[in-house]
């Protein structure tokens, strides 16, 4: 490591990875894939040492500001780019990085650097004045909201940056500084002063981590995936997130940066169409993606950019997944030996677990099955019902035993009674943002929405099938399984492993000769009853109720007021929230 | 306003709501707010199930007629129309951000959030937070127009910490006064006050 020219500020060039709580979450995992002699966009970081400097004086010292410039120059010599001129331009992000991770940190202010005429550079560099101003609005955007506060200010893509700028000054009544190195300085100020902001105090205090750590900064040199036909920016899976499946799993678009693929405006390839124009670099990606997988002992979710040729690892970290995809990648890891099988069990949730059990078409509909109605899947799952349009009388037929699917114009909270007691919901109006969709998600309930004008009167009476991923409704009743420990292999290898692991047994049946305490009868969202139930339970008692299988924080009652086993169906999610107890009580 | 309409204009908002949760937002005393409850109810202007309260058919048409007497100060008055336009700007931003909550992208594709990824729960718990702080500053200018609205404005940052503190089912459950539940409350109270309709 070399230190510029004191410890306040630290290049990151992989030769030694300094402790995390100087450099910060986000400088540590650069330099960790430095250390693994991965390419990753040069990068300096201003430590926490500096930050609690701040934190005295109140000020930036000319020292730091100085050792920053230099910090700076180093960058500069890496990429043979300078900070706000040319005539190549170099362009950074700034990120707040504390070593515990905590809300209300300030977020990453991209493509500092760019101004007038680095604009028109950097346009001519990659060929692009369209993309070099849309750079420029996007740099001036995050700069405004995030170190001036702005409030819901717009930027027009059509305006001239001078124009931006006195909006700016209106929304905020500060300027944008002129010079860039002021922009840095300002943005670096507005990390520190982050680390006090409400919500980062409260968390602090809330789960005892010292005022004491401050944060870091991190600077970083973007690299642009739009040059030239060389060029590019992907994501990278190291197993397929959606099924699991033990393959990378990724996606590439040529010529464009890292907000394009975010934006959805283009549409990206699979990650083959890299072999054609950079070989080499798809190469090093892969071998890089095992590498983080064995490493982080985890499926990873890998973010590059691809710049003339050369590759750069922007960020690694545990990729979100399915619920199938998490539960097949637990077994398939632990078959690797790449975790022990409490630690995989450990990152599977109940929650994961009752979703991976819902119901589920027995086979796909074929054209012969008529759909009734088709508008945007907004919550998934599958419903059946006889289909009403008034929520009292969707209320009163489900009270009666009923299956019943609510469709309306479009939903309101007067609806809600309604929604809780259908089966699935559709609607003729909205989107995935509307009313029917936020609550129907809420609730795990299957919904439709927009399905277009006159819906509700085509339907009401008829029993439909609904499909909330598709958006399909279907004519009828169509043949519908829950996946189960008898019929589904994964299901049965999960519960099995969970059973082994868990503190206490999970039944489906009260076994034969026992004697089952019934919590059926108990208000489970009323903690105090729920309480006062378990302190009336012998030491080794078996609890039975519907309530061990829907709410986790019950399950861990129960084996903390010392019950023998709980009955309840189906098994795996209680299973896996047992699991989840016991090791929390071994204080793991 | 008169307090009977105050007390009805509370329940039309809470909906199925007690006494004591219509006292809160309306700023009576519960044993006043209990009183106004019942005379609804014998004026045929409610009904009472299990003791939360719920306008009837009739008296809900009745109270949307009378917002435009009751309120036409009000929506004369440009700062808090200035409010409300910038209110309606924030809510696009919130049931975005409320979907992003509910649903999280896998490999390309939306899926239901499972809660199972804590850095993703607390990067939109952290989006909320920063929303929130901006709704904030148009909350303030809407409690000088209708000081009562300061309820929502106190019980939304409650919603939010509550959240922050890692109890997540106060960002959208429905069963509970959650951040989306308060927010979608206000905004009704809102439309009902400028006399808009919602748009989905």
Same mark, same amino acid.
């Given at each position: 490591m070399t230190q510029v020219p004191s410890p306040r500020v630290l290049t990151l060039d992989g030769s030694e990875l300094p402790d995390r709580a100087l450099i910060g979450g986000k400088a540590w995992s650069i330099a960790r894939m430095k250390t693994f002699g991965l390419p990753v966009p040069p990068a300096f970081v201003i430590t926490t040492e500096a930050c609690k400097d701040y934190q005295r004086d109140n000020a930036l010292s000319d020292a730091l500001a100085s050792e920053i410039a230099n910090g700076i120059l180093w960058l500069e010599a890496q990429t043979r780019r300078t900070l706000g001129t040319g005539p190549r331009p170099l362009l950074v992000s700034v990120r707040s990085g504390a070593p515990i991770s905590m809300p209300g940190m300030m977020d990453t202010v991209l493509n500092l650097g760019i101004n007038e005429d680095t604009e028109a550079l950097l346009a001519a560099e990659c060929g692009s004045a369209e993309f070099a101003r849309d750079t420029h609005r996007r740099f001036l955007d995050l700069y405004a909201s #995030?170190? $001036?506060? *702005?409030? *819901?200010l717009e930027l027009e893509a059509g305006d001239e940056p001078a124009a931006w700028r006195a909006k700016i000054a209106a929304d905020t009544g500060e300027n944008v500084p002129a010079g860039v190195r002021d922009q840095l300085f300002a943005t670096v100020r507005a990390v520190f002063d982050s680390w006090n902001s409400r919500r980062a105090r409260r968390y602090r205090s809330h789960h005892g981590i010292? /005022? +004491?750590l401050g944060t870091a900064v991190t600077i970083q040199a973007m690299v642009f995936g739009? $040059? /030239? *036909? @060389?060029s590019g920016t992907g994501v990278l899976f190291? @197993?397929? !997130? $959606?099924?699991?499946? !033990?393959l990378p799993y990724g996606e590439y678009l040529a010529r464009a940066q890292g907000e394009d693929v975010v934006s959805g405006k283009h549409t990206p390839e699979p990650l083959s169409a890299m072999s054609k124009t950079n070989p080499h670099a798809l190469d090093q990606l892969l071998t890089a993606c095992n590498l983080l997988e064995r490493e982080g002992r985890d499926v990873q979710d890998i973010e590059f950019t691809v710049e003339s040729g050369t590759l750069y690892l922007l960020q690694s970290r545990s990729a979100k997944r399915a619920p199938h995809a998490a539960a097949r990648i637990a077994l398939d890891m632990i078959e690797e030996g790449l975790v022990s099988p409490a630690e995989a069990l450990n990152r599977i949730t109940p929650e994961q677990m009752r979703i991976l059990l819902r119901p589920r078409l027995a086979t796909a509909p074929g054209p012969e099955t008529p759909v009734l109605a088709k508008g945007e899947g907004a919550s998934p799952g599958i419903g059946f019902g006889v289909v009403v349009s008034d929520p009292e009388e969707a209320e009163t037929r489900a009270h009666a035993g009923e299956h019943v699917i609510l469709a309306r114009e479009t939903t309101s909270p007067n609806d809600v009674h309604g929604m809780i007691a259908a089966h699935a919901i559709l609607t003729e109006q909205g989107g995935s943002t509307s009313h029917a969709a936020v609550v129907g998600r809420a609730l795990g309930r299957p919904c439709v929405v927009g399905c277009g004008r006159g819906t509700v009167t085509a339907l009401v009476g008829r029993t439909v099938t609904v499909d909330g991923q598709t958006g399909a409704v279907y004519d009828g009743r169509l043949d519908i399984v829950e996946p189960s420990e008898s019929d589904d292999p994964l299901v049965r290898t999960l519960a099995i492993l969970a059973s082994q692991h868990a503190p206490v047994e999970i039944h489906e049946t009260v076994p034969s000769g026992a004697q089952a305490h019934s =919590? /059926?009868? #108990? +208000? =489970?969202?009323?903690p105090a009853a729920l309480a006062a139930e378990f302190a009336k339970l012998p030491k080794g008692a078996l609890v039975q109720g519907a309530v061990f299988a829907a709410n986790d924080g019950a399950v861990a009652q129960a084996i903390a007021a010392g019950v023998k086993g709980i009955v309840t169906a189906p098994r795996l999610p209680a299973l896996i929230a047992a699991v989840q107890a016991g090791q929390d009580n071994h204080g793991t | 306003m008169n307090a009977l309409n105050d007390v009805l204009h509370g329940i039309a908002i809470k909906k199925n709501g007690s006494p004591a949760q219509i006292a809160e937002l309306v700023g009576y005393s519960q044993a006043e707010t209990a009183k106004l409850c019942a005379l609804a109810v014998q004026s045929g202007r409610a009904v009472e199930i299990d003791g939360k309260f719920t306008l009837t058919p009739l008296a809900r048409i009745a109270i949307e007629a009378d917002y435009s007497r009751i309120h036409q100060d009000l929506r004369r008055n440009s700062d808090f129309m200035a409010a409300y336009e910038a209110f309606e700007r924030i809510n696009v931003k919130l049931k975005g951000l409320i979907t992003d909550w509910q649903t999280m992208e896998v490999g390309g594709q939306r899926v239901a959030n499972d809660h199972s990824n804590r850095s993703y729960d607390m990067e939109m718990i952290n989006r909320l937070a920063e929303l929130h702080e901006v709704a904030d500053r148009t909350f303030g200018q809407l409690v000088k127009g209708v000081p009562r609205l300061s309820y929502y404005r106190d019980r939304l940052l409650q919603a939010l910490e509550r959240a922050e503190e890692g109890e997540i089912e106060w960002v959208s459950d429905v069963r509970i006064e959650s951040y989306h539940t308060l927010w979608f409350e206000l905004h009704e109270d809102l439309l009902r006050l400028v006399g808009r309709q919602r748009v989905e």
């Open positions: #995030i170190v $001036l506060k *702005a409030s *819901a010292s /005022d +004491d739009n $040059l /030239d *036909a @060389r190291s @197993r397929n !997130p $959606l099924t699991g499946e !033990p =919590f /059926d009868d #108990i +208000d =489970f969202n009323d | -």
